[in-house]
């Protein structure tokens, strides 16, 4: 089970934190990440920390102003979201990917087939 909170309206150039609490599973087993969806568009990876061996992975649109983190000891995993704009407005979603494999590395790159598990969204709204 995965449980996203944090998200909110926020003003463009403001930030916002989301978390995300899982359970059920070992954090140890499977990659987690965050993807979203905007009005009117396909889903789309956001950011991605891998199990295998720590490493981060941001879409470009991200890079610079996103940084995804995680406390494996409460089993949650955060994404900061600094210098938001209008455009990051969306629902993102908390999600288990494979540990091994290009899933993670290329943030879902290739679609959303890749996702193990979806958690339920939660709305980020950056007005201009």
């Known amino acids: 089970q995965l449980q996203a909170s944090g998200g909110g309206l926020v003003q463009d150039g403001g930030s916002l934190r989301l978390s995300c609490a899982a359970s059920g599973f070992s954090f140890s087993d499977y990659s987690m990440g965050w993807f979203r969806q905007a009005p009117g568009k396909e889903r789309e990876g956001v950011s991605c920390l891998s199990s295998a061996d720590g490493t981060k992975y941001y879409a470009d649109f991200v890079k610079g102003r996103f940084t995804i983190s995680s406390d494996n000891v409460r089993n949650t995993v955060y994404l900061q979201m600094n210098r938001l704009n209008p455009e990051d407005t969306a629902v993102y979603y908390c999600?288990?990917?494979?540990?091994?494999?290009?899933?993670?590395?290329?943030?879902?790159?290739?679609?959303?087939?890749?996702?193990?598990?979806w958690g339920k969204g939660t709305q980020v709204t950056v007005s201009s």
């Open positions: 999600v288990v990917l494979p540990k091994y494999g290009s899933v993670c590395p290329t943030v879902g790159a290739d679609g959303d087939s890749g996702v193990r598990y």
